[in-house]
Each structure stands twice: as structure tokens, then as C-alpha cells.
């Protein structure tokens, strides 16, 4: 049987070589191509209670309890009970957690990529999540699941395999980003893009970082992922007046309320753990997402519907503006329109916003762990 990693230490695998590359969705090929991936729990004997995991824009392979990102629902006796299930979570191809991205050493130069790693689709993130179950020998999941980023990863590996996923959730996820969305991704890049530390993405050969552009999309990005609601109450500002401005200048501009200081907590620990040339990418990624723009295919035969019984719940966070319910709405009506019977949508009322998909909030993990045992 495969056993479970320890939490601290992802397991490292190239899974495409320069003789056997990697073809990307624009025709480009990339290798090597290494992957990091964390496993808890156990394989059983019939090799049919692997659940994927697929992470967010700035996640990694760490998912599980105590300390993982995904820690709420990730572990024993937890909804993805890893005393039941055989958990697999990879960094995701374009990451910066062990997995190859722009800041990987290209084999052609011995310098990082850079700005000369290839553009991604998210099509290219489940090639390689596909390849690393082959590796593991495990040719169909008894779930896959993801937020954010990861449900649109989960909702394409829905389209391109249709069979090999015997549960889809799908939570707090977009099937394509609306102009508000856009523009927000657009501030964050702006400001990476326009630090001098960038140097045209070759910050690693000056001994660099954009840390000032990178620190600020991280501001900004933070802020789209949490509601007004539970930001007044969290960082309301002092009931009493605030006291007369400072006789310096960079004293009074520097933080001074609650949620300022709050940001500049979060920037300097995502400084500490991403980069910034995966935060361009995966964020464009994002961006291009639309897998229900396509025609849809016709079943290759009557015998061979597109549904193959998989259960797909796509699930949505009342606060959560940035990808809330009409997000969802759209994804189960594509997921339909393809052929697939059984969508359930679950909207959970939360005042935390998108990082709901990461927290405790009532009725989620009960609503997880109800259709993994379903």
C-alpha cells in the first residue's frame, strides 16, 4: 500500500523529461517537468479511495492538519478523513513550492525561466495532475476537490476526462472571471510588472525580489478575498476621534488603523513563502479560464454518455463577492449542459467572504463530508 508522507516534507517527481516533454495547450513543449505532492492516509487494496486535492493561487502541497492550508477539512476524522481516504495534493504546475514554474532553472540557459517560461492554461495544470496519477498507478479518484483556483482546476479535469472523477466539488469557484475580477488581477500584475526590482522577470540573476510590487498585490488581493462585513467588525476603526495629524509627514502616512497594520502583517508573511513570477502567472492563468466557451462535443456514442454517474457539488459562500453564487449557478448549468445529471449547488451562509473556503464556518465541512459519503 502507498503511505502517507510526513506533513513537513513533500515527495519530489519529474513526470515529463526534455526527451518526453510536456505539451502545453498553445503547442509549446516544457521539460522537465518536476512535481511536488503530498499524500495522507493510506491506498487500500482496490485503489478506489484516492481524493485529490486541488489548491488556490498562492497554495502548495501542505493541505493536511495540523498546519496545512486545507487543515479545516484535511485529516483524521475531519471530512476528508485521512484514516478513510488516501489524499494526494501537488503543487500545481507554474507554483513555487517544489513544483517547475517561472522560477525554475530553464536546462537550455541555467538561469531561471523567467519571463521566458511558457504561458499556462488551466488545462495544462490537470495534464500534469492527471500524469501524477499515473505515476501513482491510480487510474480513476474517488473525489477531486478545490477552491478558488483549485475548483476551476477541478471543474476542466471534469471536461477533459470525463469518468475519472467519481465526486467533483467545485467550491467557491468561477467558471469565468467578470471585468471586475479581471481588473483587480490586472492591479496586482501592475504592480509587480512596474517594481525596478522586477528587472523584466530576471530578478534572481540581479539578487533581487519586486517585494514592493509583490507586497502590494498581495494588499490587494487580500482584500477581494474578505467582506466588508467581517472586516468592520474585525478592524472598525476607534469610536473616539482621532487625534490631531502628526507634525511629520511620514508619521502620518505611515499605518496608523487596525486593518492597515493587519495588511502589512499579511504582505510580509506571503513575502516570506511566494514568488513573484508565479503569482503573474497563475493569476493570468485564471484570467483566460472560460471552459464553457467551446462547443460542446457530441458523445463519441449512445453508449458512451458524457455523465459516466459522476456527482458534481458546486458549492458558493453567501459573502463572498468575488466568486459568489451566480459564479456557481453558472458553472452547474455548463456542468449540465455537458452532460452531467447529478449537479447539486449549496450556497453556505458566511460573513468571511471568499476565504470562507479555507475556514471553520457552519454547515461547509458537514456539507463536504456528507458528499464524499454519499
Do not use: K
Not at 234 to 250: G, L, T, Y
Request: net charge negative; proline share 7%; with cysteine.
Amino acid at each position: 500500500m502507498l503511505q502517507a508522507t510526513a506533513h513537513d516534507t513533500a515527495q519530489r517527481v519529474v513526470l515529463y523529461t526534455e526527451d518526453d516533454p510536456l505539451t502545453l495547450a498553445n503547442g509549446r513543449a516544457l521539460g522537465p517537468v518536476q512535481v511536488a505532492y503530498e499524500t495522507y492516509g493510506e491506498l487500500d487494496a482496490e485503489r478506489a479511495n484516492a481524493v485529490f486535492l486541488c489548491h488556490a493561487l498562492t497554495g502548495s502541497a501542505h493541505a493536511g492538519a495540523p498546519d496545512g492550508w486545507w487543515r479545516t477539512l484535511v485529516g483524521p476524522g475531519l471530512p476528508v478523513d485521512t484514516e478513510r481516504f488516501f489524499v494526494i495534493c501537488p503543487n500545481l504546475l507554474g507554483g513555487c513550492s517544489g513544483t517547475t514554474g517561472p522560477s525554475s532553472t530553464d536546462p537550455a540557459t541555467g538561469n531561471a525561466y523567467g519571463l521566458d517560461f511558457p504561458p499556462l492554461a488551466v488545462t495544462d495544470l490537470v495534464t500534469v495532475h492527471r500524469r501524477l496519477l499515473e505515476h501513482l498507478e491510480i487510474d480513476t479518484l474517488h473525489a477531486a476537490i478545490g477552491g478558488s483556483l483549485g475548483g476551476m482546476q477541478v471543474l476542466q479535469w471534469l471536461l477533459d476526462a470525463p469518468g475519472q472523477i467519481g465526486r467533483a466539488a467545485i467550491v467557491a469557484a468561477s467558471s469565468r472571471l467578470s471585468a471586475q475580477n479581471l481588473a483587480f488581477s490586472a492591479a496586482t500584475r501592475h504592480a509587480i510588472l512596474s517594481d525596478p526590482a522586477f528587472h523584466s522577470g530576471a530578478y534572481a540573476h540581479y539578487s533581487t525580489r519586486p517585494s514592493r510590487g509583490l507586497s502590494t498585490a498581495r494588499r490587494v488581493g487580500h482584500i477581494t478575498y474578505l467582506a466588508e462585513s467581517s472586516m468592520e467588525a474585525r478592524f472598525a476603526r476607534p469610536s473616539e476621534p482621532d487625534p490631531a495629524p502628526p507634525a511629520d509627514a511620514r508619521e502620518w502616512l505611515s499605518s496608523r488603523y487596525p486593518v492597515e497594520t493587519y495588511l502589512d502583517h499579511q504582505a510580509e508573511t506571503f513575502l516570506a513563502r511566494f514568488d513573484a513570477l508565479s503569482y503573474l502567472w497563475l493569476s493570468r492563468v485564471m484570467d483566460g479560464f472560460d471552459p464553457f466557451a467551446a462547443p460542446i462535443a457530441p458523445p463519441p456514442s449512445a453508449s458512451a454518455p458524457l455523465d459516466h454517474a459522476v456527482q458534481a457539488l458546486v458549492l458558493s459562500f453567501s459573502s463572498d463577492w468575488r466568486f459568489g453564487a451566480a459564479h456557481s449557478r453558472r458553472i452547474a448549468e455548463g456542468l449540465r449542459r455537458h452532460g452531467v445529471q447529478h449537479v447539486t449547488e449549496l450556497e453556505i451562509e458566511s460573513a468571511l467572504g471568499h476565504d470562507s473556503f479555507l475556514l471553520e464556518v457552519p454547515g461547509y465541512q458537514d456539507a463536504i463530508a456528507q458528499f464524499l459519503a454519499d
